[in-house]
């Protein structure tokens, strides 16, 4: 999980962390809350109870700009606190009589530790302090994994169009000045979590200029069987490749709909991997039982001619492999090879 960055996604993982806590791994509980808290004041309040092993973190909710996190991390007073157990029953006491004076004066100690013991886990945790650093820039492991990989001169990231968490993830990819179809395959299969194979020597016909062309008469006369040739195009089989990406089920195989997000950010991330120098294009297989008839006026997901529409009166043998998505299908921004930018 990268650090949230629009407000839609913000909102959706305050709820996620409100309702059900116990998903998030503690650490990371404890970082989310603590971004989500980052205008405001986060307060870290003890488990008070006696439940024998209550969760490590149990609860979120904000209130007033103020943030309140239930944790068990580092925990001073409770089931696992290091203070006597006095201290729990005086607190909850206190909270009977509707007094939080006492808890807030703890949770002044109960924060601070708490944060000690975050920094203490992720001390020897590079991926995470990468994730969670709240100056980022100035990271030195981060700079040197941006330099292995080929990106560490200025605003390289900004204009690769792929996420420099994505670089960093398969900085050991990039910084492989060989390229190659497994790292390519092993890359984009774990970025999309599909299934992936790379289809290597993708035939294409690609045009001839047509002052190369064979023409009789030139001023230097095409030889039979070394300079010759016949029509317009010329047969290539070194120049692209396709990426197969299947056999999916039906919800995957729409998220995978040319000019949706998701293709695009393979095709992007394919691209920065090979260069310039390839043509590539996608083929998604849909599993033969997900195909489904085709039915018009469905508002959930709209028949779409060409992709999403079989004309079908029975159970099918085969996997459907019909949908062949090109880079300009996918990316309709992108501007041809050569246009003024």
């Not at 992936?196 to 002052?211: D, G, H, K, L, N």
């Not at 991997?273 to 083929?283: H, L, N, R, T, Y």
């Amino acid at each position: 999980m990268t650090n949230p960055k629009s407000d839609t996604e913000r909102e959706m993982l305050a709820a996620r962390l409100q309702q059900d806590p116990a998903h998030f791994e503690p650490t990371t509980a404890f970082r989310l809350a603590q971004h989500l808290a980052q205008e405001g004041e986060l307060e870290i309040v003890p488990h008070l109870g006696i439940e024998p092993t209550p969760l490590a973190v149990s609860g979120f909710r904000q209130r007033k700009g103020k943030f309140e996190l239930k944790s068990a991390l580092a925990a001073l007073v409770g089931p696992l606190g290091s203070m006597p157990p006095e201290y729990n029953e005086l607190l909850l006491r206190e909270e009977r009589n509707r007094s939080r004076a006492l808890t807030s004066f703890v949770s002044l100690f109960a924060t601070r530790f708490s944060e000690l013991f975050v920094e203490a886990a992720e001390k020897y945790r590079l991926a995470r302090r990468l994730r969670w650093s709240k100056r980022r820039e100035d990271n030195t492991f981060r700079k040197a994994l941006l330099s292995l990989a080929g990106f560490g001169t200025a605003r390289m990231v900004e204009t690769a169009g792929v996420d420099e968490n994505v670089i960093l993830r398969f900085a050991g990819f990039f910084a492989d000045r060989t390229r190659n179809a497994a790292s390519l395959r092993a890359m984009l299969e774990e970025f999309s979590r599909l299934p992936i194979r790379i289809e290597q020597f993708r035939p294409r016909w690609v045009s001839v200029a047509p002052e190369e062309l064979s023409q009789m008469g030139s001023a230097t006369p095409p030889r039979l069987g070394v300079s010759a040739m016949a029509g317009s195009k010329a047969l290539d089989m070194s120049g692209a490749f396709r990426i197969v990406i299947g056999p999916v089920d039906y919800a995957d195989y729409l998220t995978l709909a040319p000019g949706g997000r998701r293709l695009q950010d393979m095709f992007a991330l394919a691209r920065l991997f090979v260069g310039s120098g390839f043509e590539i294009d996608a083929q998604v297989i849909l599993k033969k039982e997900d195909v489904p008839f085709c039915q018009m006026g469905n508002g959930v997901t709209p028949a779409r001619l060409g992709w999403n529409t079989w004309a079908r009166v029975a159970e099918l043998s085969r996997d459907s492999a019909d949908a062949i998505v090109t880079e300009r299908q996918a990316m309709p921004a992108l501007k041809p090879a050569g246009a003024a930018a």
